[in-house]
């Protein structure tokens, strides 16, 4: 069996001195998405910091390819090959998009690279990334792990406040960098887009994995989700994870 | 009067590069620096010392500006080590702290302003031209092209670099910064470094004139300070401008007797008069509420 991508074995994680994440492990294989699932609160993001090196982790081991990093700080563990696309589409607003791709770039793999996946920012290269709209930001943060030439990359839901076609969009992103052979570790708030591209899932509760298994079995058995997520039996009717995104839903576009 | 006005050209330039040092190391690292000017004091002192003790001018140089630049170094270590978490006002209450602590340990090693006061070499000293009674010093020139050099040289560093992009986005946002694999603490250090380099420099460039004692170097950050709000702590051309502004309105307010005894209240009135005029479309509750 290959060694994983990304290892996680027994980590704990602290918020403020409280306890956040309970001895999770997992593994994320290469040139695969994995998808991390949980209600609002389970710790999904406190893991994706810990392992990004944005929260100290108080247990366990992180490791990289089989190479510990858990001690490493943030910039050795990018460096290291572990991209992180944050929760709040974090460009730097100042810089051009250009140049936002120019900084992260460590490798061969340069700009044209980000513009290949998404041609769109091809046309925006000499704009400020804070004059973006908000699903051409997100592609940015997306692009500029890309360049930073990863073999991991972390994406913590992405998807918030855009529209359902730049949802996609973004999702099929994804599954390029996944061509590209890289390994994804997705927080999606719509479990189902996230699980028709995954091939193995975990469902954080509490700060512990309280399921894990393939993607398939989550997709197929919406009350088998939903117990993962609650750890109870669907009420009928009742608030479960997101499906789909609302082909209502507003974009949210402010820059 | 225009002999006066241009003394304040001198004091102008070397204010507007204190002031640029003040405004890079805010904008860089996130540090209103108040131990610049003490830091600077301490290299230009090591140097003097240096050739005090029969060391030849041309080694004592480097010597004080590497002295600077360590001192610089180690504040700036503490402050990435310690405190590289903490908000832009603790960073600055502990920048206070070790500036009071380094005035202490300098007047202690160096003396005071009537007992410590040293002849440190005056390179540019003699006059690059005169017409008339007006007589223009080597030093004007000196310290407005170094003030000029930096301010263009930074901007091309800062838009033409990868370095100065990385440092830009560091500035920005330094946590996500380190998440596409910046090395945070090591460039903020060599920022320090930097820092604390050019102002022995300017600092060895203004002691002549000033007395050339350790208590009213240190204390140049005060005018330092008011230079870099003029510049609003963020634009290098205006912080520029201010310096010379500031500069030549002390050599005005000294050739004027009327008011040649309130001229050091000079900067903060041009600091009053900005402040009102930037904020004079604010509405106070939306501008000032916490």
Redesign the interface.
Known sequence: MSVPALSLKDVSIKRADVPVVHGVSLDVEPASVTVLLGANGAGKTTLMDGIAGLARTGGGTVELDGHRVDKLPTYRRAQAGLAYVEQARTVFRTLTVEQNLLVSQTGDRGPEAAYRLFPELDKRRTLQAGSLSGGEQQMLVLGRALVSGPQTVLIDEMSAGLAPVVVRRLMRAVTDLVELGIAVLLIEQFAHLALEIGSRAYVLRKGRVAFEGACADLRDDSARLHAAYFGTAQPHGGPGPADRPRPDAAESERP | MVNSVIAGLTSGGVYALLGLCVVLTYRLVAVVNFTMAAVGAMGAFVMVSLTDAGVSAWLALPVGVAAGAALSAALGAVLVRWFGGHGQNTKAAVSVALYVALMAVGLRLFGSTTTGAHSFPRPFDAPVFSAGSVVVPQSALVSLAFAVLITAGVGLVLHRT?VG??L??LS??P???????????RLALVVWVVIGAVTTLVILLVAPRLGGDFSTLGKLINTALAVAMLGAFRSLPLTLAGGLVLGCLEGLSAAVEAVQQYQGVVPFLVIVVLLWWRSRHEVWDTAHSR
Do not use: C, H
């Open positions: 990868r992009l990385r830009q986005a920005e946002q946590s996500t910064a380190q998440v596409v694999g910046i090395a945070a603490p």
